[in-house]
Each structure stands twice: as C-alpha cells, then as structure tokens.
C-alpha cells in the first residue's frame, strides 16, 4: 500500500501587507504528515515552493490565427525536511509529522487567475523511495493576497480632482484614499459650483473599468481587454450649488480581478464619472476618469495578517500559528545503507 502524504499549513492564505516596494516578509509555518502502515525505507522527503507567471493568447495575423506565449519564474524553493545522506531512512509504520517554514518576500505579486493567464503558487511534498517504489506526492496552491496597512503611502493616498468642465461648471471629486478591496465601499465626496444660475445635475452614473494586458516581451506582442462595471446610478436633480456623497459598492461576486502589474500580466482600474447637466440651450454631459487600486484584500481585514519574519525572531514568530510538533530529530528514525 501506498504511503499517505500531507501538507497541513498554519494559514490557508499568506497576507502581504502595502505595496510591493514597502511591504515586508512574512513566513508561513506547516507541517508534512507522512502516514505509514509498514515500515518504509525513504530515500529523501522535501517540500518545494514554486511561483510563476504565464500568459497565452491567440490573435490573427495576415488571415492566420496565431498564438503567443510567454512564461516566467517567480521564486524557486526547495527545502530537505531530512538530513541529506547517502543513506536511507526507515520510518516505523504510523504516523509521522515534520515541520517546515517558507519565508514569502513583500515584492512577490499577488495570485491571480485571468482568462488568458495566471500568478500562481505551489507548494510540492515529494518523498522519494528506493527503486522500484514510486514517489509519493501532494500538492496544493497558496494564495498570496495583499492589503493595505496603515502606514503605507502608496494604498492610502487620497484623491482630489479638481477641473472646470467647458468653462462654465466648476467640479471637484474627493476620495479619502485610492485603494479598495472586495465588498468595500467607495466614498465619493462631489462638490459642483455652476457659475451660471440655469444650470442642474441632472444625474451622475458611476462606473469601474477594467483593463487587462498580457504582454510577450520577447516579441513585444500584447493584447488588452477591457470591461466596465456600473456601480451606481444617481439621478436625484439639483440645481445651482451642490455638495453630494456617493457610496458606491464593490461588489463581492462580479469577476472583477484584482490590480497587478507584472511583467506578463498588467490590471489596472478606473473610475468612471458620467455627469449629464441641463443649459440653458439643452442637455450636455461630460466623464471624469481615474485610475483607483483594486486589491485582493478589504482594507477592514487588516487584522489577518502574518507577522513579519525576521531573523531575530524566535522559532515559533506568530501566535495564530498552529501548534506545531516535533521536528524530525525527536522521531525515531533509523538510517540504513542501501
């Protein structure tokens, strides 16, 4: 029978806290459990962390369809969870655990899966046996997500707009900071100043774009799709002066991804402002754009993130960390020469 691998972690997710210039290491602690029901002769047991990128996408050149590709490693990790010997190892029959950490830096991107590619990260426990058994494996992805933190210059810089559309309608659009996660509100302040007595909002649509670009940088090839999401239609009339404040809801389940900039993958937002006024002589209207950070994180989950991993710390750093057990020195293992 073969034996039972699995990786248990302290953390389904690993948080990184700011943008990827600022933000800091975290380390993500898990234990393999190996489950014998015989006594069995290993060779080695590790476990492998791997991130990368890829994109793929078709398009048509002089009547043909062609398809560009372009992948790119991440990070590339590879820990013994024995002793390296040219020895083998035999484990009792039972079960048997074995700790591990992997550091995860601040600049690593974000997860992320598109229709034409993804930012993914696996984690791989393989345990080699003597010849003729097979390896036994297991898998699992890990998901990096990042929010803002209360320090960071970059997430929590507001946004102030301030313009005259066509001389006549003075504007200002305030939001008190540029980065927004899943099931966050966006809080719009507009202040519309008319200098002329005749003129009146009439409505105010708002909208998130969205704009995905996949680049091959060898060939200089890229593609982009672009979407736009209604996120609130107000159309209460005023005339003269008027201060207003929008709420406006980033919807939980709207497929709306999160921003990336890799050097295959690129998502960006903006924000959508479609003002119609009435004149004197008629209906006018005019948008206001900018661009706004979506991330994969609410800003009220600040209270989810790992602690940062320094080498000062202790073994044991965080304290929403599972209880982890012994670590392989403290099992029997009994070493045999092959």
């Not at 083998?88 to 074995?98: C, M, Q, R, V, W």
């Amino acid at each position: 029978m073969a034996p039972g691998v699995e990786v248990l972690l302290s953390e389904d997710q690993v948080f990184l806290q700011g943008h990827p210039a600022e933000a800091e290491e975290v380390v993500l602690g898990g234990k393999v459990v190996v489950d014998l029901s015989e006594e069995t002769k290993i060779k080695s047991l590790s476990v492998k962390l791997t991130g990368k990128s890829k994109v793929s996408w078709k398009y048509t050149y002089n009547g043909e369809t062609q398809f560009s590709h372009a992948k790119r490693n991440i990070v590339k990790i590879h820990k013994p969870l024995l002793p390296q010997t040219n020895k083998h190892y035999t484990l009792s029959p039972g079960k048997h655990e074995f700790n591990f950490e992997l550091p995860f830096e601040g600049a690593f991107p974000e997860t992320v899966h598109v229709k034409n590619g993804y930012v993914q990260y696996m984690l791989n426990v393989v345990m080699d046996r003597p010849f003729p058994r097979k390896k036994s494996t297991c898998s699992r992805e890990i998901q990096i997500i990042r929010s803002s933190f209360h320090r960071s210059d970059f997430h929590l810089e507001p946004i102030n707009i301030y313009d005259v559309w066509n001389g006549r309608i003075p504007y200002e659009i305030t939001l008190p900071v540029k980065s927004f996660g899943p099931g966050d509100v966006i809080p719009v302040n507009i202040k519309h100043s008319p200098k002329d007595e005749g003129i009146s909002l009439n409505r105010v649509d708002c909208h998130l774009i969205e704009s995905i670009t996949y680049r091959k940088p060898e060939t200089s090839l890229f593609t982009v799709e672009r979407r736009t999401l209604r996120l609130l239609t107000d159309a209460e009339r005023f005339h003269g002066v008027l201060e207003k404040n929008l709420q406006l809801p980033i919807p939980t389940k709207s497929n709306i991804h999160i921003g990336c900039c890799t050097e295959l993958i690129k998502i960006q937002h903006k924000l959508k402002m479609h003002f119609k006024v009435d004149l004197d002589e008629g209906e006018e209207s005019f948008s206001v754009e900018f661009p706004i950070i979506i991330m994969s994180a609410s800003n009220h989950d600040l209270h989810q993130i790992l602690p940062v991993y320094t080498s000062e710390q202790p073994t044991n750093p965080y304290a929403r960390r599972m209880s982890l057990p012994p670590s392989y020195e403290h099992i029997n293992l009994m070493a045999t020469t092959p």
